[in-house]
Nanobody
């Protein structure tokens, strides 16, 4: 079992920056990949960034060059550094983890989300 708790969301002006944190607890050793998703009002949840087991990082085209996903293995925490924010980045941001377990196979875990509002 894995528990994910996001933090760091809030109100920021266009062009500003925020850093989101996702603290993972439980059986974190079996996590293969972690990712950040977001869901804007009236839209489907979409992938923002993913970090793989080997440290590889991939980003949605809309955030490439502006957002950076990283991890701290000691603290079991994944971060999303968001720079040059604009109104289109306004959404609830969710942390996601994919885990493998012998008895259950692949399992997905989600945080409850943290709201990011970009507005002047």
């Amino acid at each position: 079992q894995v528990q994910l708790v996001e933090s760091g969301g809030g109100l920021v002006q266009p062009g500003g920056s925020l850093r989101l944190s996702c603290a993972a607890s439980g059986n974190t050793l079996s996590i293969i990949t972690m990712a950040w998703y977001r869901q804007a009002p009236g839209k489907q949840r979409e992938l923002v960034a993913v970090i793989g087991s080997g440290g590889s990082r991939h980003y949605a085209d809309s955030v490439k060059g502006r957002f950076t996903i990283s991890r701290d293995h000691i603290k079991n925490t994944v971060y999303l550094q968001m720079n040059s924010l604009n109104a289109e980045d306004t959404a609830v941001y969710y942390c996601h983890a994919f885990q493998v377990a012998p008895g259950s196979g692949g399992m997905d875990y989600w945080g409850k989300g943290t709201l990011v509002t970009v507005s002047s």
